[in-house]
């Protein structure tokens, strides 16, 4: 077995910047955080927990946007370089051929998968609760909606960038309406993105860490040679509330709720002024990674204190070596 690597086409114009001297962290900060702030947008209260792909030589996004009326809302947005970014002044309006499901109460936290032929998002959708809403766009102008893909109550869907034997793929967090004080990562599959079942469990929080209350999946799932990378937020209860890490871990290839390594301390926790300092303090929340395979070289996009959109770097046989080594 060689050097672990990442699977995928090479993303050149990657955002990047190599780690500050003195620093020996795995993962490092951009040093332009928060790179994204309510200022991005019209009528922005906040702007976090964004997904970012690469998009027509440069890169596409999915925002949430909790508005100034207190509204959450998706807004797509451009960027040349996948840090300056131009968000859209309205919501996405989704296109959807049922009333019933299409009916837009609130969206919030989306991820974005290419897979097979165009953008996939995924979020948290109302639907009598928080439950996993489902779409696609080819050009982020015109989006389509799609069936839900799970009863109420669930959170931190997120798709797998291919089919996994066969079959669509992704992971959930069932949780409750409220602010949840439990909730375990689970795997399903789907034949045509609509019927969702074989359900496995992947992962549960861990008693007394950083992770120990619940655990949901962060950015869609890297390949890699040794299995898929997964980032993930785990959350403690502490004496003033929630506290939001992020970790990682490489689930089986073939069979993703199958946990290879997982890491016992945390990748990243809130330290800087605006993870801690916010609507929701002590907040890293990660939902979207880009990743350039020939240089190893990772971006990944969270954030911070339900606020602002940060980004912070790391290079993968690093981050592989330390998930590994620092395994649970
Ligand atoms: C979760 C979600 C996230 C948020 C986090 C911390 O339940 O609502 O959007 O970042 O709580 O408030």
Known sequence: MGQARLVGPALPNIPWEDRPQGCSDVIWRSRRNPIITRDAAAKANSIF?????????????????????RNMELRTGKSHDGITWAIEES???????????????????????????????????????????LGYTFDFRTFYQMENAFLPFNRNGVLFPRRIRGKYAMLSRPSDPGHTPFGDIFYSESPDLTHWGKHRHV?????????????????????????????????????NG?????????????????VIYRTRPYLLSPREPYECVGDVPNVVFPTAVLCDPPTGRMAIYYGGADTVTCIAFAYFAELFEFVKENSL
């Open 242 to 258: 929630f506290v939001y890490s992020f970790g990682a871990a490489i689930l089986d290839l073939d069979e993703p709720w199958k």
């Open 49 to 69: 927990n964004s997904a970012v792909v690469p998009f027509d030589g440069g890169f596409a996004g999915v925002f949430r946007v909790d508005t100034t009326a």
């Open 91 to 133: 919501r996405i309006e989704f296109v959807c051929d049922d009333p019933e499901v299409g009916k837009f109460v609130y969206g919030y936290d989306p991820r974005v998968t290419w897979l097979e032929d165009r953008y996939y998002v995924t979020w948290c959708n109302w639907y009598h609760g928080p439950t996993i809403g």
């Open 203 to 239: 992962m549960s929080p861990v008693p007394n860490s950083w992770q120990s209350t619940k655990v949901g999946a962060g950015p869609v799932p890297v390949e890699t040679t040794e299995g898929w990378l997964l980032f993930y937020h785990g959350v403690l209860t502490s004496c």
